[in-house]
């Protein structure tokens, strides 16, 4: 029979009572190990240190239980990491930053550093075959061959049904995420690389576009890096029943970029029936709003 757990955590616990008490979120009545975790996120991250030793446990069941308590306070942190950064900067936002804290927000164990070593890498690599004598289309080409080709970066075909294609860690890691997502990788390596190529949010799609005074170069980063006019981009808004407005070709903020990884990100979870994960990112998205 299972011991009764009291409903509030005592002030203090000693070093036998909170192995017997971790020792119980391996108990197989989902009552007990439900409870268990209650008391134990009710210490707050104070809990952390005790289950660290667990997280290496031999016994399967606990060391799962045993990070899922600990994720739930790094989670914590994170979402409060990332609020503070939506609501205390202002138009333009650090998107690469802000797009790691928002992937630490799902994975708090996201290296923020090792993403950026991830993009640093890659457009090292560029440097070394973007000769500076030839024309910006074939500098573009170039960071597409290398990209989509080499890198294998590819659009999710059924992005709308997996976060994971909203999130930068994972988009790194799989190299495959949704429209907006790949859109972001090309801009940090384009900022890198100094090319003057900023975000577009159509309607229904994220596009990139390079401008310089001689050319401009819309760039389907969801397509493989596909070129595309203006015109295309025009014949895209009537075919989405939008009319032509100047507002949908011009370059969107940092600010309003995370707005729309976040919109999609919420979109996904509605689709999928987790309405506790859309409620957390409907708070970021006002957060940026404000």
């Known amino acids: 029979m299972n011991p009764e757990l009291p409903t509030h955590a005592p002030a203090v616990l000693s070093t036998s009572q909170r192995t017997a008490l971790i020792s119980l979120l391996a108990d197989e009545d989902p009552g007990v190990h439900e409870m268990v975790r209650a008391r134990l996120i009710s210490y707050g991250s104070e809990a952390i240190p005790w289950l660290k030793p667990y997280l290496l446990h031999d016994d ?57 070593a991830v993009v640093d890498t890659a457009a090292n690599e560029l440097r070394t075959r973007i000769q500076p004598t030839i024309s910006p289309q074939q500098q573009l080409l170039v960071m597409n061959q290398y990209l989509f080709s080499d890198q294998g970066y590819r659009g999710a ?107 999609n990100l919420q979109q996904t979870y509605l689709q999928t029936d987790n309405l506790e994960e859309a409620g957390r990112v409907k708070r970021y998205l006002v957060a940026l709003a404000n």
């Open 157 to 263: 075909q059924r992005y709308e049904s997996d976060p994971e294609n909203c999130y930068l860690n994972r988009i790194l890691e799989r190299r495959t995420g949704n429209p907006i997502g790949l859109c972001a990788v090309y801009l940090f390596l384009c900022r890198r690389l100094g090319l003057p190529v900023a975000g577009i949010g159509l309607p229904g799609h994220f596009v990139c576009r390079f401008q310089s005074a001689t050319l401009e170069l819309y760039i389907d980063c969801f397509n493989q890096g596909r070129f595309l006019t203006k015109g295309d981009c025009i014949r895209h808004l009537h075919a989405t029943n939008h009319g032509l407005h100047e507002g949908y070709l011009a370059p969107v903020s940092t600010r309003r970029i995370l707005m729309r990884m976040c919109a």
């Open 60 to 116: 399967p069941i606990l060391r799962r239980r045993a990070r899922e308590v600990v994720q739930h306070f790094q989670r914590q942190e994170s979402d409060s990491r990332f609020l503070a950064f939506c609501m205390n900067h202002g138009e333009d936002l650090d998107l690469e930053y802000g797009a790691g804290l928002l992937a630490q927000t799902r994975y708090p164990e996201a290296n923020l550093e090792a993403l950026q």
